[in-house]
T-cell receptor
């Protein structure tokens, strides 16, 4: 079974620039999550999709972050404009249902300089 | 108060030792509980689910105490390959179903 695919693996941008991350979940997984993991901390949920609808985006900084999952499969997460404190690993995960364990992608390591 | 609290460690133990990690969670409505393992610069991977009756998977034993809102992980006969960060994870319960992660406990098994 193919895992969760994410790209790019690494990204370095200057503050105030924009950046986008892409995620392709495991086939058949209806639920998709984006997490932010800052060094030394556990992953923190940014947004949860069920098919193409948003279930929870309460912790998404909506003034600069946006995410979509238009056809209920792939998803993109965008940051515009980036700040230094956005430097983190952005992890995409998917699951069959909302009470199941997740499978994570390998993440995108973002450095904002 | 953090939703999921863990001792950050690090726990430095010799090979063959038994080590236990503890975790507390604040949301009494949480329904699902897990331990994840995260190697340095890698993504978290599911180690095991945690059930009310307690469960075992080889050298790993997980326990859940709903009354005290407490989860534990016991690793017996530690191997060098067990060195990693162990994340305590709970489902957010009513209103937020996504998993909430603790900050992790770092384990270093030494030869």
């Amino acid at each position: 079974e193919a895992g969760v695919a994410q790209s790019p693996r690494y990204k370095i941008i200057e503050k105030r620039q924009s950046v986008a991350f892409w995620c392709n979940p495991i086939s058949g997984h209806a639920t998709l999550y984006w997490y932010q993991q800052i060094l030394g901390q556990g992953p923190k949920l940014l947004i949860q999709f069920q098919n193409n609808g948003v279930v929870d985006d309460s912790q998404l900084p909506k003034d600069r972050f946006s995410a979509e999952r238009l056809k209920g499969v792939d998803s993109t997460l965008k940051i515009q404009p980036a700040k230094l404190e956005d430097s983190a690993v952005y992890l995409c995960a998917s699951s069959i249902g909302q009470l199941d364990g997740y499978t994570f992608g390998s993440g995108t390591r973002l450095t904002v300089v | 108060r953090k939703e999921v609290e863990q001792d950050p460690g690090p726990f430095n133990v010799p090979e063959g030792a038994t080590v236990a990690f503890n975790c507390t969670y604040s949301n009494s409505a949480s329904q699902s509980f897990f331990w994840y393992r995260q190697d340095c610069r890698k993504e978290p991977k599911l180690l095991m689910s945690v059930y009310s009756s307690g469960n075992e998977d080889g050298r790993f034993t997980a326990q859940l105490n709903r009354a005290s809102q407490y989860i534990s992980l016991l690793i017996r006969d530690s191997k060098l390959s067990d060195s990693a960060t162990y994340l305590c994870v709970v489902n957010g319960g009513t209103g937020r179903r996504a998993l909430t992660f603790g900050s992790g406990t770092r384990l270093q098994v030494q030869p």
